[in-house]
């Protein structure tokens, strides 16, 4: 950057600016640096014009959080860029909103108001990022806000944004789960997309917050199977693994009927022919009780349309796809994944590492399928030791008569790898083999005892245990094993391989009855230095010879158990004690002592070695549930197959003949519009994916000239830009009729972005005055009537084009009077569009009665009159000080005899109507006179201003003074903190806002407040049901509860059971409609519908509150 060095110089020659100022002196570290001028540089830059200082700023604090640095200081200069035009900007003001959202709530919803304008922008990658910023802010106060920004973004016309919305659901239901049923309905609808880039993200949602609603799944089945291919990979993942579960629960096994299958494997591949299998005659013997299977269409199309995605190159879609033929598939079709999974055995480690344990599951239920390709399963020397292992693993199941030679070949070679685990785990497969194989066996089992005379120690204790599992199953025909394993006792050293020596011989001591009393002797000679493990096979030898050579073998015995009665491990010491009592008869000694030879020397089972792997297929293949073999959390169970197919006509969509015409059409209109459009940023929702990009990059470069035209411009060439744009929309409509509004409202939307930041520029700035008179008035009239026109033309397409003309030539004609600007009528549509920027220009202020003071007959009468900007004279009413709410600014013990009270006199302010009037009591409770009461340094937020009072020279002894002051809280609740100074002290004060207190009454006809209602749905419009109590069911007692607690006006309505109010914000004039409707008994039901989102959500929890007192 070319200013960086500029900026670095002025500040003292830091070599990087943002970086803390070392000095030569070793205690000056960076403890001791200069923050407070790092940041003032940040800020400079922050508010610099050139996008290339903002997106230095930004990064330098980025780093800073990354370094762990507090930077939530910055907070309020980051915000304001937020509605930059770079891209990149507003990507990283977007970070350091999620960083510091949690962790300081109150800036959080500081700036959840600027998303407002980010949801409403005209790129759809902005307001794609705002929802997904809102998403991120984990503040339970704002679920209500998220909730409404969901819905409004999944009926957005981009696919892209409606995609962010099927991301932030699982968020939303993590943060609240009583939510579920509101996401629900998101859901069902977004499920009804028809573009490939919703569809994947969806259905993840579903999965998330309510995957066992397969009822959702029915109408959009067949869409999700014919979407598949062109989804992107992870999306398909996430669907096929949904759809394997949903068909497990719609369809019929298609291997109920093998025998049928078998003798027609032609039939059973291609067809779902009914009249084929009619023609069929199966045995009437053994399908008595059974019809024949005819595969579900659709269970025919899933397996139809999953099949090309085995050539993906995305391993997960590769191994997805072949888990839900393993799942739903006949066995005559399974095989065609083997290809495909053998051909992921050539990727990565790790993607081998998953294969193969999904291969070895299946290998046990379909040995067939992987047996051509045993080539493949052979062991390389590069291999990680895991993937040897699983490898062998497979090549043990897939082991036959056949190819056994082949595999113990293998075999031999692994022995003498160096890898010892893995030697180990090729010693137990080929034990494995010899226990299936038959006819392998006696081979298997001079194989082993060869390699007993190995040097390697590790090998022969694998063998032992393995040649003792294989002993048990013919015994009497290797007593020379035995013995010779009798002799390895003095050379082996591993525990498992000793006592598998000890216990082979005390089982089988009858085969080896001059040996196995030596071996006793030995082992009691070395019986303290034994691990435990050996301890307890040398009683157990002990007591067999003590049963079948007592003779030989009694001494021996009782020294053993001796020994072990004294043993440090109690397993050692009870295991004796119980053998002594069992085998050697005493008076005490009950009956057991008949059984012990039977308990002892019972006939054992010889062991089944079975693959680890056995069990496994209940989990869903390719789940992590399957890869640990335990359930994790959030598997869903695959269900079993059904006895009866259920209902197929539940999955009949009825499709309209001419909707295939209407997208045709509608892809002609996009390639005649204009070129340079703001709406061509928009995806129509028949456009496809691909065609994203290039929308996206046109919207980028329009909002960047737009940008460079605003930033030149001065105010009056904005004015005259407005009139040009409405001179063109007049001649365009003379000529192309209903196209004409369509273009004049695209043109016209270029100038509304310049207009936008001039009035920004104005508000910052606080030097011009907002409200300029009739030019002024008519100008931002006119932009209003632009934007309204430009969101209806995108939300309501060619209806709403019809419809337009009459309301915008009668908003010409009416020239503005003190009532607020009406807004372009819409029929047929109730929806608004998010593209809406300045839905409402500032009206002019109007002389607000008090609710508290004036009654409600009054009010009604005041309705009808015509208020004009004569009637705004600075003449201040005098209320009644007891009728308001008072609050406490300063207490007289902390005032020292001071106290100073304050309430909101719900007046206009007559130096600046977008402030809050709030009127002072000072009351002198000392005996001495105070003088110079006065305001000093106000600390606001940024963008807050105070309208200090005249200063009071002094207050007597025991009189009171009341002044008022002008506050512009800008439509926050946030605190206003200055300082009163009297002569002599100065005391820290601050006043806090009620929300109802931020607004001013706004008299309309019932007419015109259903039409600004409809234009304030969506995400703008809050409901709360409530409860009211008995004292609260008359119209006098409602009326005065939500007067007070919100300055508002009553507005007339035609229906019994409803009451109406409006307003406006005192500082932006942007309209607030409160509406209670009493249903039956006690029951009402609140909305409230306001473009600042914050505000409706506090108003509707003070107006609840006010009710239910």
């Known amino acids: ?70 930077a939530s200081d910055l907070f309020p200069a980051v915000v304001k860029n937020v509605a930059c035009k770079n891209i990149e900007v507003k990507k ?52 209500p806000i998220m909730m409404l920004a969901i819905k409004e973004a999944a009926s957005d016309m981009s696919p892209y944004v409606r995609k962010t919305a099927a991301h932030a659901i699982p968020k939303l239901y993590s943060l609240d789960s009583d939510q579920k049923d509101q996401l629900i309905e998101v859901i069902e609808k977004l499920l009804a997309d028809k573009t490939t880039l919703v569809a994947g993200s969806v259905v993840m949602a579903f999965e998330e917050v309510c995957p066992e609603r397969i009822d959702l799944i029915h109408k959009n089945y067949r869409k999700l199977c014919n979407l598949l291919i062109d989804v992107e990979e992870w999306g398909q993942v996430v669907i096929i693994n949904m759809l394997t579960r949903y068909a497990r629960t719609q369809f019929l096994s298609p291997n109920q009927n093998e025998s049928l299958l078998e003798e027609n494997p032609e039939k059973a591949f291609y067809g779902s022919d009914e009249e084929d299998s009619k023609d069929d005659k199966p045995d009437a013997a053994s399908l008595v009780k059974r019809k024949p299977y005819v595969m579900d269409p659709d269970h025919r199309l899933l397996l139809r349309n999953t099949k090309p995605l085995l050539q993906s190159r995305n391993a997960a879609v590769v191994m997805a796809v072949a888990q839900l033929y393993f799942h739903l598939a006949p066995k005559a079709e399974v095989g065609v994944i083997a290809k495909a999974l053998v051909r992921l055995l050539r990727s990565h480690s790790e993607v081998q ?41 497979v090549l043990t199941n897939l082991a036959n008569e056949t190819n056994i030679s082949t595999i113990l070949r293998e075999f031999q070679t692994y022995i003498r790898s160096m890898d010892k685990d893995f030697v180990a785990a090729t010693i137990q497969a080929i034990g494995r083999c010899a226990t299936n194989i038959g006819k392998v066996r006696d081979t298997c089992l001079n194989g082993l005892v060869q390699l007993l005379s190995n040097r390697d120690e590790l090998v022969v204790a694998e063998s032992v245990v393995v040649i003792k599992k294989l002993l048990q199953m013919q015994p009497s025909q290797h007593s020379e094993i035995i013995k010779h394993m009798a002799k390895l006792t003095d050379n082996i050293q591993v525990p498992m391989a000793r006592a598998s020596i000890l216990w082979l011989i005390g089982e089988y001591c009858e085969h ?108 869903q293949l390719g789940s992590l549930s399957h890869l640990l073999n335990a359930k994790a959390v959030g598997y869903q169970e695959l269900p079993d197959w059904p006895d009866e197919a259920p209902d197929p006509s539940v999955r009949n969509v009825e499709v309209p003949e001419w909707t295939k015409c209407t997208s045709r059409e509608k892809r002609k209109e996009k390639v005649e519009k204009p070129f340079y459009s703001d709406s061509e940023g928009e995806s129509g929702p028949t456009e496809s994916a691909d065609s994203e990009p290039e929308s996206v990059s046109e919207s980028e470069s329009e909002s960047g000239s737009s940008s460079s035209e605003s930033g030149s411009d001065s105010g009056s060439r904005g004015e005259e830009s407005g009139d040009q744009s409405e001179e063109e929309k007049k001649k365009k409509k003379k000529k192309k009729g209903k196209e004409g509004p369509r273009k004049a409202c695209l043109e016209s939307a270029g100038s509304d972005p310049s207009e936008e930041e001039e009035e920004q520029g104005k508000k910052g700035k606080k030097k011009k005055p907002q409200h300029e008179g009739k030019g002024g008035s008519e100008t931002s009239w006119e932009e209003g009537s632009i934007s309204e026109s430009s969101s209806s033309e995108s939300d309501s397409g060619s209806e709403a084009e019809e419809s337009q003309s009459e309301p915008e030539s009668k908003r010409r004609t009416t020239p503005p009077s003190s009532k607020p600007a009406p807004k372009a009528s819409r029929k047929g549509t109730k929806e608004i569009s998010l593209l809406d920027l300045d839905d409402f220009t500032p009206a002019p202020p109007q002389p607000a009665s008090s609710p508290a003071i004036v009654s409600t007959s009054l009010v009604t009468d005041l309705e009808g009159l015509t208020l004009t900007d004569a009637s705004l004279t600075p003449t201040m009413l005098s209320p009644v000080f007891s009728t308001m709410k008072t609050y406490e600014l300063l207490h007289r013990m902390a005032g020292e005899g001071l106290s100073v009270e304050y309430y909101f006199n719900r007046q206009p302010f007559p130096p600046d109507p977008h402030m809050v009037a709030v009127q002072i009591q000072f009351s002198n409770n000392t005996e001495s006179e105070v003088k ?82 409809g234009k304030l749905t969506g995400m703008s419009e809050i409901t709360e049901k409530l409860t009211l109590p008995d004292k609260c069911q008359s119209d006098h007692t409602i009326v005065q509860r939500v007067t007070a607690a919100a300055n508002v006006s009553r507005v007339p309505c035609g229906a019994d059971n409803e009451y109406r109010f409006a307003a406006k914000t005192v500082t932006s004039g942007s309209l607030v409609l409160i509406t209670l409707e009493w249903k039956e008994g006690a029951r009402a039901h609140l909305t409230v519908n306001s473009e600042k989102m914050v505000i409706g959500t506090m108003l509707v929890q003070d107006v609840s509150q006010a009710l239910a007192q």
């Not at 900026?7 to 407070?36: M, R, T, V």
């Not at 977007?94 to 998303?115: C, G, H, K, N, P």
């Not at 949801?119 to 503040?139: E, T």
């Not at 820290?988 to 209602?1013: H, R, T, W």
Request: hydrophobic share 40%; charged share 25%; glycine share 4%.
């Open 1 to 70: 950057m070319s200013a960086s060095p500029a900026y670095s110089e002025e500040k003292g020659g830091s070599s990087s600016l943002g970086e803390p100022e070392y000095g030569h002196d070793p205690a000056s570290g960076g403890i001791f640096s200069s923050d407070y001028k790092r940041h003032d540089d940040l800020k400079e830059m922050l508010d610099s014009n050139k996008d290339s200082l903002k997106l230095e700023a930004m990064k330098r604090i980025v780093a800073m959080i990354a370094r762990g640095k507090n």
């Open 512 to 619: 080896v009855p001059k040996i196995a009393p030596d071996v006793l002797r030995k082992m009691a000679k070395s019986f303290t230095s034994e691990e435990d493990i050996v301890k307890l096979q040398v009683i157990n030898l002990a007591a067999k010879l003590y049963l079948t050579n007592s003779k030989q073998s009694k001494l021996l015995t009782q020294y053993v158990l001796n020994l072990a009665k004294y043993d440090q491990n109690y397993d050692i010491r009870d295991r004796a004690r119980f053998i002594r009592q069992l085998i050697v008869p005493t008076e005490k000694s009950g009956a057991l002592n008949k059984y012990a030879k039977k308990l002892f020397l019972a006939q054992k089972p010889a062991p089944i070695l079975e693959s680890s792997f056995k069990d496994r297929d209940h989990f």
């Open 92 to 143: 990283l003001v977007y970070v350091y909103l999620v960083r510091y959202a949690e962790e300081q709530q109150d800036l959080a919803l500081l700036s959840i108001s600027t998303f407002q304008r980010g949801l409403k922008d005209p790129n759809q990658l902005i307001r794609a990022s705002a929802l997904r910023v809102l998403s991120s802010i984990r503040v339970p106060i704002i679920v």
């Open 932 to 1013: 110079n009461l006065r305001v000093s340094e106000p600390k606001l937020v940024s963008g807050m201003r105070i309208q200090e009072f005249q200063e009071i020279e002094s207050l007597a002894p025991g009189d009171t003074a009341n002044v008022i002051m002008g506050i512009d809280f800008c439509d926050s609740t946030q605190a206003a903190n200055f300082q009163l100074c009297t002569h002599s002290r100065q005391f820290y004060v601050s006043i806090q806002p009620p929300v109802g207190e931020l607004m001013a009454p706004v008299f309309m006809s019932e007419n015109e407040f259903k039409k600004e209602q």
């Open 353 to 393: 590492w998953v294969v193969l344990q999904n291969v070895a599951t299946m290998s046990i239920k379909r040995r067939g399928m992987f047996e051509p390709y045993l080539k493949s399963f052979y062991i390389r020397s590069t291999d990680p030791t895991q993937i040897k292992i699983l490898k062998l693993e």
